[in-house]
């Protein structure tokens, strides 16, 4: 997979509103941070407030980092600045971790110069017979303070904006709602589980939003997708909350690749003018066609590429037959039963290389699991074909163990003192200490370091038992307890200098030929797209300070537990047998704390082991419906060129 590029606005669309694309979400909040900067110093300029909208959520953190930046670097000032915010769950605390008050404060208000008077936050606190009035008092804040000047949204995947739920009217004003049990499962990562979510919220009304003059949405990763493509291409409906922002004279949505990849003009380009035809595009074409027809790729026609839009690709190709051929060895040759190569094999169209052999292998793991539900079959098979396999365990994964683990292993300790006759006491006071802390322990209170180390020790084991099992000898398992995870909260530091290093570090001392990443983004609590970068950093660095091994490295990149790869992007494709899915599965099962419910599991309510075999056998029966050979699962990797 090559390097991310900047998308350019075409012509051709079918979108009602501008949209912009960008590379990533860093690019994004740059670029939504400089128009802030820039009407902020026009209104100084002008000696006149400037008056924000803002949001909450995973979407604005890097927006406002970056304005936290400028405002340190490059004497950004606030002093004119007057703020409300579109919404805040009810009830709730306004020092609640999970709090957008608290939210605000910590990635924003606490690190600029803005006067606390301009700061307005809807009051999750206020009583429930108060709130009607609240409401009212909220709306007359915002009149009085001139209108809005720029109000920055986020998009919820049901396509809401603020807490405006789907239903919501065009003339809706600032008023308690009640959730859509959707947006509470998506936003259950915030909290221990969904039972936790509030139920309601205090959210500007759809009408309060189009008042503002100028609008910009911001939307990462592939699961805004299927809303945005819904809020620009298709008619305004309340169904869609974000689609009523079409009939706004001043909107625009900055978007990144993941998040833009439903639009017509990337996901089916040939339908909105004129395109380059590179394999690619062919491949991607092409299977569409065959999976919305449900033919498999060497019974599509002449007629069926006329009917489906692809008239352009016969001329330039001449007819079905050689177009059909063409995609069929691109997937067939993206199926291998050798993830490392096979040996004393000259196979040019082979995903890897043949030499050297046996590989060096590094398998990055974000969690202490990741290894084995994302690339479970394809790490058993590299360690039986004879290569020598490494894991890096990037983080502790401490916060996805429940307080009843804790105990419950700390009464072995203490059990096992006594069966093997140690005689000291510190495991029983360790136990009772723990019992007393969970016993008192409040909604959200942080962890003691004690009881974060004993949960970090429980996922080392786990993991170590793991990889025993594949066959890996404990001098290959390497745990690396990157920084920016150790915060014992959800919200995690940002990619460090240490971070890097520590990755730099294991990559110079293996110097791997074969290296496996997540490249799972969309897992909600961010660790893997982190992690992600700190593996393609330390990359970059160890090429930029000459080490040469580097050139002779491969990196690939795994999907699995939140997600899977576009059957056109997949460059390998690792068939497993039934006896290989379940040697996998039980492979998942040795980690014990992370099955049946474990906290922060995101909006996907089933064990770690159902996604990964659902979405394994559905990529095998996907090949499958394209023509080639039914597997029983398969595990699907991307290589990404650094």
């Excluded at 259950?188 to 939003?209: D, K, L």
């Excluded at 092409?286 to 489906?308: F, G, I, R, W």
């Excluded at 990889?467 to 690396?480: A, E, K, L, T």
């Excluded at 990157?482 to 909260?489: I, K």
Aim: glycine share 6%; hydrophobic share 40%; aromatic share 8%.
């Amino acid at each position: 997979m090559p390097k991310s590029q900047t998308a350019k606005q075409s012509l051709d669309t079918l979108e009602k509103v501008e949209v912009q694309i960008v590379p990533d979400l860093k690019a994004g909040s740059l670029a939504i941070a400089k128009t802030i900067a820039g009407l902020i110093r026009q209104k100084q300029k002008l000696k006149q407030k400037c008056v924000l909208g803002l949001a909450t959520g995973s979407s604005p953190k890097t927006l406002y980092a970056e304005l936290v930046r400028m405002h340190k670097e490059e004497k950004l000032s606030f002093k004119n600045v007057v703020t409300f915010n579109l919404d805040e769950y009810y009830p709730i605390s306004k020092e609640a971790i999970q709090s957008y008050n608290r939210f605000m404060q910590t990635h924003l208000f606490d690190h600029v110069d803005i006067n606390p008077k301009n700061i307005h936050i809807p009051d999750g606190e206020v009583k429930k017979e108060d709130v009607k009035a609240a409401c009212t008092a909220y709306e007359q804040l915002i009149d009085k303070a001139g209108g809005i000047d720029l109000q920055i949204l986020g998009i919820g995947n049901n396509g809401h904006i603020g807490f405006n739920e789907p239903g919501s009217g065009i003339h809706t004003k600032t008023r308690l709602i009640n959730l859509d049990n959707s947006t509470r499962i998506a936003n259950s990562y915030e909290f221990a589980n969904i039972s936790e979510v509030p139920r309601m919220a205090i959210t500007m009304g759809i009408s309060t939003i189009l008042k503002s003059k100028q609008i910009i949405l911001m939307a990462w990763g592939a699961g805004k997708a299927k809303a945005v493509k819904a809020a620009v291409e298709e008619d305004e409906t309340e169904h869609v909350p974000a689609s009523l922002l079409q009939g706004h004279p001043n909107v625009t949505f900055i978007v990144d690749e993941p998040a833009a990849s439903e639009l017509t003009r990337l996901k089916s380009p040939w339908l909105t003018g004129d395109v380059e035809w590179t394999p690619r595009l062919i491949k991607k074409a092409v299977v569409h066609m065959a999976l919305q027809l449900k033919k498999p790729v060497l019974s599509l026609t002449n007629e069926d590429y006329n009917e489906y839009g692809l008239s352009d690709l016969l001329v330039e190709k001449g007819n079905a037959y050689e177009i059909n051929l063409e995609v069929y060895y691109m997937l067939r040759d993206s199926i291998t039963g050798w993830p490392g190569g096979k040996p004393n094999a000259v196979i040019p169209s082979h995903p890897e290389r043949s030499v050297p052999y046996p590989k060096r292998v590094l398998i990055f793991s974000p969690h202490p699991d990741d290894d084995i539900i994302s690339m479970g079959g394809t790490f058993q098979r590299l360690h039986d074909q004879g290569h020598d396999v490494h894991v890096g365990y990037q983080t502790s994964g401490n916060i996805a163990v429940t307080d009843e683990f804790v105990t419950r292993f700390l009464d072995f300790a203490v059990g096992f003192n006594t069966i093997a006759k140690i005689d000291s006491d510190k495991p029983a006071k360790i136990l009772a200490q723990t019992r007393k802390y969970v016993a008192g322990k409040k909604p959200n209170q942080i962890d003691t370091p004690t009881i974060r180390e004993i949960k970090g020790l429980i996922r080392r084991g786990e993991a170590s038992a793991t990889c025993r099992y594949v066959g890996i000898p404990d001098s290959n398992i390497h745990f690396m307890n990157l920084p920016f995870y150790e915060t014992g909260t959800i919200e995690k530091k940002p990619l460090g200098e240490k971070d890097v290093r520590i990755t730099m570090e294991l990559l110079r001392e293996l110097k791997p030929h074969q290296i496996y990443c997540a490249g799972d983004f969309a897992d909600p609590h961010g660790t893997h797209l982190v992690c992600f970068n700190a593996v393609v950093a330390a990359l970059q660095r160890l090429r930029e300070e000459g080490d040469e091994w580097i050139n002779d490295c491969w990196l690939w990149l795994y999907k699995g537990a939140w997600q899977e790869w576009n059957i056109e992007d997949i460059e390998m494709a690792i068939p497993m047998s039934p006896e290989q899915v379940l040697k996998k599965r039980f492979g998942i099962f040795i980690h014990q704390s992370q099955k049946d419910m474990v906290p922060f599991q995101g909006s996907d309510n089933r064990e770690f082991w159902q996604r990964a075999e659902e979405r394994n056998a559905n990529t095998a029966g996907i090949y499958a419906d394209l023509g080639l050979t039914h597997y029983a699962a398969m595990e699907a990797f991307v290589r990404w060129h650094y």
